[in-house]
Every structure is written in structure tokens, then in C-alpha cells.
């Protein structure tokens, strides 16, 4: 499986914007970018996803890189409610992998008020 | 999107013992999955609960230990067999939607220690 690397801790003001970014240097071609987030005593919960181009939806965008090689979540205004552990995942759409992901360690995000 | 409930949420267990841990998905779905959390630990897939068919296990997990069901599209279970405290974690199910538009959910997870 590809991997992703990912910083342990981030750390952002409440209101500011916070770049969660991931490396992914053995990405192929068919690997989607997912993003997931665990708040504390809580399942994951769906973030984002891309493939190539840069995608926005109503939770956050993920800038995508030209080789694809790193992505950035990228929170546009935390809030305390957005403290919880990132997880970036190359998710393989096709084959016997499909629905797999693999978690990383995942980058723990607190947010100061 | 799919909301999947859990039970029990937590439950202390003796060595040696069971549990049933249910699975229920609000909607019908096409995949199903079961991780373990080890405390302090990222997520760790176990299988692929198949529908109609035997589970799919990942490496280092076994139908013996791990015995799961999937009667239909919209439940599952998983039992944690003749348990040891070192099967102490939160153990999790999700679901991927009809669409299959590669979103996955996440229930909020069982709790268990074994003393």
C-alpha cells in the first residue's frame, strides 16, 4: 500500500487558518487523496477527497499538488470544535483494494481559543 | 449519507470470554468494514464483512478470533473470542454508501476491556 507521511502535531489559533499537509511520494495513478478526522471518543468522520484537481466543499479544501506527490487539507477559519487527529489515506479505487484504508498515525490538530 | 449505530458502546469483560459487538446502518450499503483501535493507536483494518459470504480477513486477523456476520445490507456483527486483556480496544464498523462514491462512515465504536 502507498504510504503517507504526516507531521505528529499542529497547532493553530482559533479563527486562523490551519494547512494540514501530507506527503505521498509513491502515489499511483489510480490512488485517491483522502482526508478523514477523529474528534476525541468519536468514530472518523469524512473530511474530503480528490484525485487531481483542487476540491472545496462546506467542511475544507484540499490543494493538490501538479505531481501529485502532496496534498494539504486546508481548514480555512478552526474552531475549537476542528481539534481532533487528521488522517490523509491513499485510497485505491479500483481492485482487490477497493474500500480498504489504511490509517496512519495522522497529525493531532489543537486549536487555542 | 448513512448513520451506523454500535452495541454495546463499552463493556468490561473476564478472560476467556465472547462478545458480540452489533453493526447497524441506517440505509442500505454495499461494504462493510471492522478496525481496531489499540489505546493511543491509529485505526487498523480487520475485515471486510461480506454480505451473504464469508468475511474478508487483513493479515494477522483470523475467523476463529474474529468471527463476523453480514445477514443483509444494513447489519453486521463482529465477536472478539476467547478474549485476553491484550484484545483491550475500540473496536469500530463502517459503511460505504449505494453511490460508492469512496465516503465511508464511521460508527462510534466499542469500547471493551478485559480484565
Known sequence: DAKTTQPNSMESNEEEPVHLPCNHSTISGTDYIHWYRQLPSQGPEYVIHGLTSNVNNRMASLAIAEDRKSSTLILHRATLRDAAVYYCILFNAGGTSYGKLTFGQGTILTVHP | SAVISQKPSRDICQR??????????????????WYRQQPGQSLTLIATANQGSEATYESGFVIDKFPISRPNLTFSTLTVSNMSPEDSSIYLCSAEGLARDNEQFFGPGTRLTVL
Open chain 2, 16 to 33: 476467556g470470554t465472547s462478545l458480540t459487538i452489533q453493526c447497524q446502518v441506517d440505509s442500505q450499503v454495499t461494504m462493510m468494514f
